[in-house]
T-cell receptor
Framework: DAGVTQSPTHLIKTRGQQVTLRCSPKSGHDTVSWYQQALGQGPQFIFQYYEEEERQRGNFPDRFSGHQYPNYSSELNVNALLLGDSALYLC?????????????FGPGTRLTVL | LAKTTQPISMDSYEGQEVNITCSHNNIATNDYITWYQQFPSQGPRFIIQGYKTKVTNEVASLFIPADRKSSTLSLPRVSLSDTAVYYCLVGNQGGKLIFGQGTELSVKP
């Protein structure tokens, strides 16, 4: 089992561009959550997907959108990039109804906006 | 959602027991207490979760007093590889995780 995988590892974009980040969950997991981690800060929850629907959302603007596919993999899309969007983007997978707060995180995608 | 407060940093030496305390005065009845560990440039890793009293696994112990307004993560006999940021979280199971600043633990030889 490869665990949670994310692509790409690193990405450099310029302001105003759009970006798509990808995540493959741990085998068997049905729920994918996305987090943004700025340098020196704890991860901040963006949103969570379950059964291809956005189940919960954090305090992020509509520029941040996502998708979950039938195979549970997920994408995070960010439009109209701002300098402040530079961060490590983390994907985490889990079972929704297993009675635990245990989420398995991927290594993240480092996004730099110039 | 309950807010957590934990020390920003701690220092320890190899072989010592480390206790990191977290305050969560507004914890809700259905909230669980969860701890994560994060190494630089890696995603957080689940350590332990509990609701009340004491929970122990192969990595750590979690002590929760009866009022549940605080919790203590205990790491026995730390090594250099335990140098990391440790996050205390409270919340419902299966939902979003709310991370604070975390505690940066530095283990010295």
């Amino acid at each position: 089992d490869a665990g949670v995988t994310q692509s790409p590892t690193h990405l450099i974009k310029t302001r105003g561009q759009q970006v798509t980040l990808r995540c493959s969950p741990k085998s068997g997991h049905d729920t994918v959550s996305w987090y943004q981690q700025a340098l020196g800060q704890g991860p901040q929850f963006i949103f969570q997907y379950y059964e291809e629907e956005e189940r919960q959302r954090g305090n992020f603007p509509d520029r941040f959108s996502g998708h979950q596919y039938p195979n549970y993999s997920s994408e995070l899309n960010v439009n109209a990039l701002l300098l402040g969007d530079s961060a490590l983007y983390l994907c985490a997978s889990s079972f929704l109804d297993r009675g635990t707060n245990e989420q398995f995180f991927g290594p993240g995608t480092r996004l730099t906006v110039l | 959602l309950a807010k957590t407060t934990q020390p920003i940093s701690m220092d320890s030496y190899e072989g010592q027991e480390v206790n990191i305390t977290c305050s969560h005065n507004n914890i809700a009845t259905n909230d669980y207490i969860t701890w994560y560990q994060q190494f630089p440039s890696q995603g957080p890793r689940f350590i332990i979760q509990g609701y009340k009293t004491k929970v122990t696994n192969e990595v750590a112990s979690l002590f929760i007093p009866a009022d549940r307004k605080s919790s203590t993560l205990s790491l026995p006999r730390v090594s250099l590889s335990d140098t990391a940021v440790y996050y205390c979280l409270v919340g419902n199971q299966g939902g979003k995780l709310i991370f604070g600043q975390g505690t940066e633990l530095s283990v010295k030889p």
